[in-house]
Every structure is written in structure tokens, then in C-alpha cells.
């Protein structure tokens, strides 16, 4: 199934360009690390064209925006529409992603918090 994304430019209002990388979800909810890990769970935010993400059965888009060295807005949210049998992780994840988040670098790590104070701790694909 294709997916749809409308998506908006990547403001690079921030000085910190670190965020430009595959992240890899390792730390949600009462998810374990081997879940995630099953799951390939991961966002991508080298595209300057839009953010994706990928929860372990559909392809979701969105546009995104860097607004401030500690805030990331993210906008048009679109997702393929598979059947999976268990797609708690997505449901959670889809849930959590909300228009505008707190997010923050530290080392190889991004942390995403959203206005609930639940946090989504990423690291960074190519960091061994």
C-alpha cells in the first residue's frame, strides 16, 4: 500500500543539527528494549521533506518543523492502513506523537516529550 505524505519544509531555525539522523526508539512506555528492537522501531528525520516513522507494520509521515533549539512541531500525519494483529506499539506511538513536542539531544540520544510528560528516547542508528 502506498503511503500518502503531505508534508512541509524543515525549518532550520535551530542551531543544532544533530536531529538530521534515523533514530531508533529504545525507550517508551512499559516497552521492552527487545520489543522495540523486534519491531525496528525507528523515526527518520533526515528527509528535510518530512519525517517518517515505522513501528513494526505501517509506514507513518509527517511534515516537521525544527521551531527552537528545544521545541519540534510535527504536522500532516499520514499512515499506510495494514492489518496487524498486534500494533499496540503504533497505536502508543501514534498516540504520543502529538503537533508540538520538547525534544532534546543528549550524546546519541533524542528525547521527545510531549505535553503529557511522556517521553520517547531515541538513539541514533548509525552510533555503535
Not at 511534515?63 to 496487524?84: K, Q, R
Request: glycine share 4%; hydrophobic share 35%; net charge neutral.
Amino acid at each position: 500500500m502506498a503511503l500518502l505524505l503531505i508534508s512541509s519544509k524543515c525549518s532550520e531555525k535551530s542551531s543544532n543539527v544533530d536531529y538530521k539522523r534515523v533514530w531508533m526508539l529504545v525507550e517508551f512506555k512499559n516497552y521492552t528494549k527487545d520489543n522495540l528492537t523486534k519491531n525496528k522501531a525507528k523515526l527518520d528525520l533526515t528527509n528535510p521533506e518530512g519525517a517518517s516513522a515505522y513501528m513494526g507494520c505501517n509506514n507513518i509521515g509527517y511534515g516537521f518543523t525544527v521551531t527552537s533549539d528545544d521545541e519540534i512541531t510535527f504536522s500532516n500525519g499520514m499512515a499506510t492502513e495494514m492489518y496487524c494483529e498486534n500494533n499496540t506499539l503504533e497505536k502508543d506511538f501514534l498516540r504520543a506523537i502529538e503537533r508540538k513536542m520538547k525534544y532534546k539531544i543528549d550524546g546519541h540520544f533524542l528525547i521527545l516529550t510531549n505535553s503529557k510528560n511522556e517521553v520517547l528516547k531515541f538513539v541514533a542508528q548509525d552510533w555503535d
